[in-house]
């Protein structure tokens, strides 16, 4: 396959049972809109236990549907969606704040994540993904990241940062499983390239209804109009549907 082919949400998702958490930003492919999109996805009762909700301010939390089944809140349940300034943060884990906060202090994404390692759950040491997209004259750039155990023991974490010039029509996916297994495989290699299409609906359910139905958790997206700065919100949550 040619670098500079790009697939298709569908083509990347289908058959795949088990992508775990996934990140997806690029350019409309009419140039007008930056997209985002964050899934989440979950073999336990307790991953499988969760909704997405939007607040007042653009942010978006991770809340338990029963909190009668809630095992360990401490790795499902923060904000993967957060606006600073002109910036623009999606992560799938507490690290959101983390980036939030050194951002407030004049630090960089990268700075950040310096800080960050993987999560500590043994055997897959789950990677930390990330995501910041930052608006300026009418257009954006954006980085992504990755940070991941160095080895099967978890002893160091190696991390990789991606920086890109927005292309219409562009955009990348990181998500942190290869596949589904047992530890699960952690992503490989950098960001896939994959198309994005004009309208931020039809792309929430393409990558949606490409999501393997018994483990799909949640879905929101985000398309952000790059002349006036209109937002439109697309939330999916199977527990709601």
């Known amino acids: 396959m040619d670098i500079y082919t790009t697939q298709t949400a569908a083509e990347l ?16 492919a009419d140039g007008k809109r930056a997209m985002t999109v964050y899934f989440i996805m979950g073999r ?3 991953s499988r236990n969760r909704i997405f909700a939007e ?3 653009g942010e978006v939390i991770i809340y338990p549907h029963d909190y009668s089944k809630v095992e360990d809140p401490s ?4 904000s993967p969606i957060r ?8 992560t799938n884990g507490d690290q959101t704040d983390t980036i939030y906060d050194a951002l407030a202090d004049g630090k960089t994404f990268e700075d950040a994540l310096d800080t960050r390692e993987f ?24 980085k992504m990241s990755i940070l991941k155990s160095a080895d099967a023991d978890g002893s160091a974490c190696n991390r990789f940062t991606y920086s890109y010039s927005p292309i219409a029509g562009v955009g990348h996916f990181i998500h942190t499983y290869v596949c589904d297994g047992n530890p699960l495989p952690t992503f490989q290699g950098e960001p896939e390239r994959l198309s994005i299409p004009n309208d931020i609906e039809e792309f929430a359910k393409e990558v949606w209804e490409s999501l393997n139905e018994e483990n799909k958790i ?15 919100n697309v939330m999916i949550n199977k527990h709601e549907a």
């Open 119 to 142: 999560e500590p759950d043994r055997p897959n040491w789950t990677p930390r993904i990330s995501g910041m997209l930052t608006f300026d004259k009418g257009d954006f750039k954006y």
């Open 75 to 78: 790795l499902i349940i923060y």
């Open 83 to 90: 606006v600073y300034e002109n910036k623009l943060i999606v």
């Open 55 to 57: 607040k007042d301010n």
């Open 218 to 232: 949640s879905l929101y997206a985000r398309s952000v109009d790059l002349e006036s700065g209109e937002v439109w």
């Open 13 to 28: 998702l289908k058959g795949n049972s088990y992508a775990g958490r996934g990140i997806i930003i690029g350019k409309s």
């Open 44 to 46: 336990s009762q307790n």
